[in-house]
T-cell receptor, first 114, second 109 residues
């Protein structure tokens, strides 16, 4: 158990809908990263937050947004969902924004868009 | 961040050492090399990292060449549970932590 909690574990929804994925980092960790992994694909970096502020952005679609709250949990919002958004979404946390930095991953949210 | 190149797949006999190579020829002086693995569809798991010197922990050893342009992750006695996708990542201060396609290691009984 990495200490990173992601909810829900599974989510089934329809095209055009909006969903919110939640991530609770390990106690004390200030950094949160979000990744998308489609079937048989590598991990695609989406976005990184540190202590509430966005610090780095990857290939995140405009339909997707994220935020990190004062209690350090993070949410990834996906809107106008398409079939191609079906994927495993992982979040990871780390204690600080200084190298070297280890990431601790949650077990992921499996999103199915029908 | 420097780009990494890894073989797409490798096989290793159970009980033997698994040596997974990674090329990072454009690495710069302040960039670390990290290794993670992903077993099936679980969240990736940190294995080891290094800057210049070789490193060893309870899971693996990391050998970095003197010019730092390549590295090798060594699993000394591979077991069936080591079957996974192994990712080599080079990270500097951009914090984008980019995972490539990794090496799919299959440990054979």
């Amino acid at each position: 158990d990495s200490g990173v909690t992601q909810t829900p574990k599974h989510l089934i929804t329809a095209t055009g809908q909006r969903v919110t994925l939640r991530c609770s980092p390990r106690s004390g960790d200030l950094s949160v990263y979000w990744y998308q992994q489609s079937l048989d694909q590598g991990l695609q970096f989406l976005i990184h937050y540190y202590n509430g502020e966005e610090r780095a952005k990857g290939n995140i679609l405009e339909r997707f947004s994220a935020q990190q709250f004062p209690d350090l949990h993070s949410e990834l919002n996906l809107s106008s969902l398409e079939l191609g958004d079906s994927a495993l979404y992982f979040c990871a946390s780390s204690p600080r924004q200084a190298l070297p930095e280890k990431l601790f991953f949650g077990s992921g949210t499996q999103l199915s868009v029908l | 961040d420097a780009k990494t190149t890894q073989p797409p797949s490798m096989d290793c006999a159970e009980g033997r050492a698994a040596n997974l190579p990674c090329n990072h020829s454009t690495i710069s002086g302040n960039e670390y090399v990290y290794w993670y693995r992903q077993i099936h569809s679980q969240g990736p798991q940190y294995i080891i990292h290094g800057l210049k010197n070789n490193e060893t922990n309870e899971m693996a050893s990391l050998i970095i060449t003197e010019d730092r342009k390549s590295s090798t992750l060594i699993l000394p006695h591979a077991t069936l549970r080591d079957t996974a996708v192994y990712y080599c990542i080079v990270l500097s201060g951009t914090y984008k932590y980019i995972f490539g396609t990794g090496t799919r290691l299959k440990v054979l009984a």
